[in-house]
């Protein structure tokens, strides 16, 4: 066990890495670093870090791409990755959380604020640190232990990146209730972490994408529910 969590710090400017390192360690957090998304993916392997700071543009392979290859890697594939890039546009960070991001920031950021996203990405990734947690629910099979989903009888495992089991796991435990993004925002990502309402049309678009169409129901102009029977 280590005794201080571990950041990995991505991105090709030096000075960049070097503020961070010096900010985040007076916050008593350890920190390793790549400076581009080859040597990150390397890393993070060798390393699995406890959170990931990933800029997207970067030469030999670029935050997108290193993203991707990290949530293929069994061992990464609960990690929480921050996205801290240049790239500002809507459709860029929409690109990034469906890559598998967990919180998409833009540059210029201030330190408080990064360091508040990464210690608030830092408690929840440790909220399912408890004894093995299983629902059954429809025909499906949730486990939380190990964030493997199973549908039907075949028990073929679907696996999901870390926010989408969390809020999939979130909607089935409460099945038929109405919640609004806000509402999936606050219980889920936490009221600490800034992250956009499209955020979560992204993480339900992905499920239904892995696991099926008709479990999570879109309730126009409120929100989201899980079905508690087939129709």
């Not at 690109?95 to 929840?124: C, F, N």
């Not at 089935?172 to 009221?191: E, H, I, N, T, Y």
């Amino acid at each position: 066990m280590r005794e201080r969590p571990l950041i990995l710090l991505v991105d090709d400017e030096e000075d960049i890495i070097d503020l961070l390192q010096y900010n985040l360690q007076k916050e008593n957090f350890d920190t390793i670093a790549a400076k581009d998304g080859a040597e990150a993916v390397d890393l993070a392997v060798q390393e699995t870090p406890d959170i990931i700071v990933l800029d997207i543009m970067m030469p030999r392979m670029d935050g997108l791409e290193a993203c991707k290859r990290m949530r293929e890697h069994s061992t990464l594939r609960t990690v929480p990755i921050l996205m801290l890039t240049a790239r500002s546009e809507e459709a860029d960070q929409v690109v990034g959380l469906d890559t598998g991001a967990d919180i998409y920031l833009t540059k210029p950021i201030s330190l408080p604020v990064l360091i508040s996203q990464v210690k608030a990405l830092l408690r929840g990734s440790s909220r399912y640190d408890t004894p093995a947690d299983l629902i059954r629910i429809l025909d499906l099979e949730i486990d939380r232990d190990r964030y493997v989903v199973r549908r039907g009888n075949s028990g073929k495992a679907v696996r999901l990146a870390r926010k989408e089991f969390d809020l999939l796991y979130f909607f089935a435990s409460r099945p038929g209730k109405v919640f609004s993004r806000q509402d999936l925002l606050d219980r889920v990502w936490g009221r600490d972490v800034y992250v956009v309402d499209r955020t979560v049309d992204v993480h339900v678009r992905k499920i239904r994408e892995k696991v099926g169409e008709h479990y999570i129901e879109t309730i126009k102009g409120v929100g989201y529910r899980f079905i508690d029977t087939f129709q």
